[in-house]
């Protein structure tokens, strides 16, 4: 029988539709979801369909066999939620493998009942993301916490795909991604289940995005994603969820244009429409999806929400004749990435790596990080990006630090700095269980600094096999059995017995690997130090002609220790060294991004006894230049005197960064729009001084701010990430305004407002959620997250028992807009009249104005995304704002159902529309 592998070559294949739309259909109860086996389990069972697995297996039979019938290729099993991190809400914990072994075993025979030897059956089985994310923090006061640690994900994940490789599913479906770093530790777990099992699985990728500029929910663009899995065995990439084939089309075509894998697609019926149902029809898709087969943009079609077994039948039919997408040839350059890519170009010649995130370098940030001062040693960070860094290199190795914890804390930390993270990371150690726990943070594809076969053989190729599960870059010393190499030779030996280690053995693509062969002090006194530079530079050379695709680094600052202290003589010595370098194939080094000084500024004088002492042309030009050090060293300091015996006289080489010299109101708006807050205190002390009252400033320049911030995010010009830092920088800026608004009000402390937020009964989507609460949180509000699968009455009770000034209502599936109803019925009975926000993928305001505000006799609002909820927020708990706002939506909502009512006067049914078609035949003979 024919492999999948053979097939996808030579035609397009269909794989299944949304499993939850068909569940649906089927109208179950919730004595459904129970069985027998389930009937006394507390809380709420109905809409967790994995355990229809167990309870009505019937019907997931006969799903599976609708889509068969229709012409699928691959059917998915119905597992996407059957592990126990996501079943932690249902406490089935451990009922998860039996979810997935009965469901694998399900699919499996009914795949097999179609399957013939011209048209095999395939099943795949289903990964999903789980509720909780590696890469983004729940708590708005600690954006180092996460929800969950990679060891606790990977052995959920291991625990769910080994019951599917053993009951026969031939594929490996890691679906609707939101955040690369649990994707990678899905294929982490595959990887290591199928090596246990002797099988080897294809692994398919489908990613979703979350905005318009088309980034995960985590903040990855598509091109940072392929290189964070590049060194993946991946059968597939591709795309579901979130948008329908047109809005998906132009992301498909991003990925088809770059990825060397075979593409998926099986997007939504369309965007949901404001009832939070889906428009599109099999007719009506079908073109849209006839369009990216024509392009030959796929080699995988199939449906997500909203689609059925009529939508497949649809694909299979138009898929017949068509040609499959040829993928994309391995990159042939390096790729690394943080949020963004960076492809590692000729073009790029010279990759800049930041040195100052470095413990063992820097005395400043050894400092901030032992005084547990994260906000300013993230500012180092910053600031090396800001002036050039393309790759920011993080180091804590120090004896009097928990170099892993550290580690742990400023990664998690980098993630949510969106203008850090951008970047990739270079995780620095000499300790490898800091190495992994640095691994286990970053979603992006970065670099290892470093392993070395000092410590023989077998340890370098397990060091450089979990590199490899990690899908990281390394950075290799010139260091073995017998010390470090000082020599040309020595340094060309190392690394050519290293390359073959690790192309040969580990299998490691050779663009990730970057050889460091010792820059070693010059001009230290001692003659056998002289050549240090020229060897590096003959061994650069060497290992860009026989080790074909490897890279060259290196830490620079080593070169000029002798001179430490006068930074002018070391940054020419750095700039003289790399000119040399870089002409011979150094494209990486560990370099101050903020280097004043480059090659064409130094003084000719002053570059020929520099360029002696680097290039070691005579002797006793060391002697020539630590004089011309110390006259140099005078000069500046004749210069820092004078500058000191003038009142207020300043550093007129620090330009002012233009956004200082805005006014006040300007210099807080853009503050809170980048998420700076270095200045804050400053500015926000002027603004007392500017405006009557502390809470003014908040009302007014801050809130203008927000009010921006939350325009770009919806127009796709700001992604989550930032949306969620610059409300951190709102908390600092409220932080410092508190003291002055107690004052005036002469009370206690002062909050915003409480919010009581709830994922509602029959939904455990809480992402959307927990970040609406960071949100609000960070803008002053106590904050009361109920969770997930809430029951009206537990809504109901905490809002009297807490006195809460609002309720946030959250779901992403579309039974939950039901059940907001329910709950807005429930308040109401309860002579609640508190203002109630509904979010959520599946909410509109159309379906707020006619199904949820006509019950509640309180204002609701419907929240577009997350940025909006701080702005409605103000309005709803202002005495003076709050008749305005409820009459506006009152106004808006008549306009909305009067409009809705018209259309739908105008639309018939399909059975009317299908007696009214068109007959050309009419009346013709046969």
Known sequence: ??????????????????????????????????????????????????????????????IHRKYLEAGADIIETNTFSSQRISQADYHLQDDCVEMVRVGTRMAREEADKFSTPEKPRFVAGSIGPTNKTCSLSPDVSNPAARDMTYDELYNAYCEQITPMVEEGADLLLIETIFDTLNAKCAIDAANK????????????????????????????????FLASVSEYDIFSVGLNCSFGAKQMKPFLASLAAKAPYYISAYPNAGLPNSMGLY???????????????????????????????????????????????????????????????????????????????NVAGSRKFLRLIKEKNYEEALTIARKQVENGALVVDVNMDDGLLDAKTEMVTFLNLIASEPDIAKVPIMIDTSNWDVAVAGLKCVQGKCIVNSISLKEGQE??????????????????????????????????????????????????????????????????????HDNYAVDFIRATGWIKRHLPGAHVSGGVSN?????????????????????????????????????????????????????????????????????????????????????????????????????????????????????????????????????????????????DGMNEVGKLFGEGKMFLPQVVKTARTMKQAVAILQPYIEAEKKEGSVKAGKIVLATVKGDVHDIGKNIVGVIMACNNYEVIDMGVMVPAEQIVKKVQEEHADMVGLSGLITPSLDEMVHVAEELNKAGLQVPIMIGGATTSELHVALKIAPVYGGVVAWMKDAAQNVLA??????????????????????????????????????????????????????
């Open 279 to 357: 428009d599109e029809t099999a007719e009506s898709m079908s073109p849209q999806i006839e369009e990216l087969m024509d392009e030959g943009l796929v080699n995988i079609v199939g449906g997500c929400c909203g689609t059925d077994d009529e939508f497949i039948r649809q694909y299979n039919l138009l898929a017949q004749g068509k040609k499959p997408h040829v993928p994309q040839p391995r990159p042939k350059t390096m790729w690394l990435s943080g949020l963004e890519l960076l492809d590692v170009t000729p073009e790029v010649r010279f990759v800049n790596v930041g040195e100052r995130c």
């Open 559 to 703: 070169l000029s220790f002798s001179f430490r202290g006068n930074n002018y003589i070391r940054e020419a010595m750095h700039a003289v060294f790399l000119y040399h370098a870089i002409q011979k194939g150094m494209d990486f080094g560990i370099v101050n991004p903020a280097t004043k000084v480059a090659y064409d500024d130094i003084p000719a004088d002053q570059l020929s006894v520099i360029e002696d002492v680097v290039l070691n042309r005579r002797k006793g030009a060391a002697e020539d230049l630590i004089e011309l050090a110390q006259r140099i060293k005078e000069e500046q300091d004749t210069r820092k005197a004078a500058a000191q015996g003038q009142p207020g006289a300043i550093n007129t080489n620090a330009p002012e960064e233009e956004w200082r010299k805005g006014s006040v109101e300007e210099r807080l708006k853009y503050a809170l729009r980048k998420g700076v807050a270095e200045h804050l205190d400053h500015d926000l002390h002027e603004a007392l001084h500017k405006f009557p009252h502390a809470v003014n400033i908040i009302e007014m320049p801050l809130m």
């Open 459 to 528: 340890v370098f190729l397990q060091h450089a096999r979990d590199i490899k599960r990690f899908g990281a870059a390394v950075v290799v010393m010139c260091f073995d059995e017998q010390g470090q190499a000082t020599s040309y030779e020595r340094r060309i030996e190392i690394a050519e017995r290293a390359y073959h280690l690790l192309v040969d053995e580990v299998g490691m693509n050779p663009l990730d690997i970057i050889f460091d062969p010792n820059i070693l002090a010059i001009a230290t006194g001692m003659e056998e």
């Open 873 to 926: 927020a103000a309005r709803m708990l202002n005495e003076q704002e709050m008749p305005r706002y409820a009459e506006e939506l009152k106004e808006k909502y008549t306009q909305l159902r009067d409009d809705y009512a018209q259309e739908q006067q105008r639309i018939v049914s399909l059975d009317e529309a299908r007696k009214n078609k068109l007959n050309l035949f009419e009346n013709q003979d046969a």
């Open 1 to 62: 029988m024919m492999t999948i592998q053979d097939i996808v070559k030579k035609r397009i294949m269909i794989l299944d539709g949304a499993m939850g739309t068909m569940i649906q259909d089927y109208h179950l109860t919730e004595a459904d979801f129970r069985g027998t086996r389930y009937k006394d389990k507390p809380g709420q069972m109905k809409g967790n369909n994995d355990m229809l697995n167990l309870t009505r297996p019937d019907v997931i039979r006969e």
């Open 193 to 224: 289940v199928m090596g246990e099992q002797g099988r080897k699985l294809p692994i398919m990728l489908s990613v979703t995005v979350s905005d318009l500029a088309g980034r995960t929910l985590s903040g990855q663009t598509l091109d940072a």
